[in-house]
């Protein structure tokens, strides 16, 4: 059977709840903040605190970060010079936590490269620490989701999340069986168009991409492309410009972007997916 519809997920905020992973990516900034003399930025407070207060608030907006005249923080559009500054840029407005953090961390004399270190070493911490004892979990329904899902449509997983040590995520999770394929290290927004080509490429029964005869497997058209995620640049933007339907979770009520839908929660999120999923013509 060729599934002629294609749903992509987000991993963090989307799929993955919970606040841990990203106080253990601010206790790496702040223990890098520290070694460098840098901690002096942020007095009487620091990076995991500022971050606990916003989310106790439900604000991204922390009274600590530093603006020019312009009204826009220091150090966002600066010039890239290196790979990860480019795949991953500072962001403005803000839309989750990692993006504060990253803020943050630019703000205090860090560079994108430390903070993707330190993303990277955060979660061996939290796996060294035992997901079971945080705050991680999936949705309530995920698991029976995307598995009613996939009988008629691929479901393809796509995360900045780096591929090694990834699996303990999955199965802590329960959805180790929940994809037809996992992106990693997708390097997002840089990275978008060539992971949904890869996942449009990912149709019917033959993961590997070709039919029978060795002839390219058809690719899933655009308008039959539904994503969601939490972040409107990383997640959405580009399957919103080749005419896919798009789904925000936008937990802090940023209302960036212009996603077809816009939700607070992933019960939200599993309702449209249930529409589209049964009907002919995307939602």
Not at 106 to 126: E, K, Y
Not at 199 to 212: L, P
Not at 228 to 247: P, R, S
């Amino acid at each position: 059977m060729t599934r002629e519809k294609l749903l992509l997920l987000d991993f963090d905020g989307t799929l993955c709840l919970g606040d841990a992973p990203v106080l253990f990516y601010a206790d790496r900034v702040d223990a890098l903040l520290a070694e460098r003399g840098l901690s002096g930025h942020f007095p009487g407070t620091s990076v995991h605190e500022i971050v606990t207060r916003g989310f106790a608030e439900n604000t991204l907006l922390a009274p600590q970060i530093q603006y020019d005249d312009a009204g826009v923080p220091l150090t966002v559009g600066s010039e890239a010079t290196h790979d990860d500054a480019k795949a991953h840029p500072v962001s403005w407005p803000l839309q989750d936590g990692y993006q504060l953090v990253q803020l943050l961390a630019r703000q205090a004399g860090l560079t994108d490269a430390d903070s993707g270190r330190s993303f990277r070493a955060a979660r061996l911490d939290l796996l060294a620490h035992g997901l079971e004892n945080t705050d991680v979990h999936a949705p309530s329904g995920a698991q029976e989701l995307l598995a009613e899902t996939r009988r008629g449509a691929v479901v393809v997983l796509v995360t900045n999340s780096p591929a090694d040590a990834f699996a303990p995520w999955l199965t802590a999770l329960g959805l180790s069986d929940a994809f037809d394929l996992v992106i990693n290290d997708a390097r997002k927004p840089l990275g978008m168009p060539a992971a949904l080509q890869r996942a449009r490429a990912a149709g019917g029964d033959t993961a590997g991409g070709h039919a029978a005869g060795g002839e390219p497997e058809p690719q899933i058209a655009p308008d039959q492309v539904l994503s969601a995620g939490d972040i409107w640049a990383n997640d959405l933007e580009h399957v919103h410009a080749l005419g896919g339907t798009t789904v925000l979770i936008d937990r802090f009520g940023t209302g960036l972007g212009t996603p077809d839908h816009r939700v607070q929660d992933f019960d939200a999120v599993a309702r449209v997916v249930d529409a589209w999923s049964r009907s002919t013509a995307t939602v």
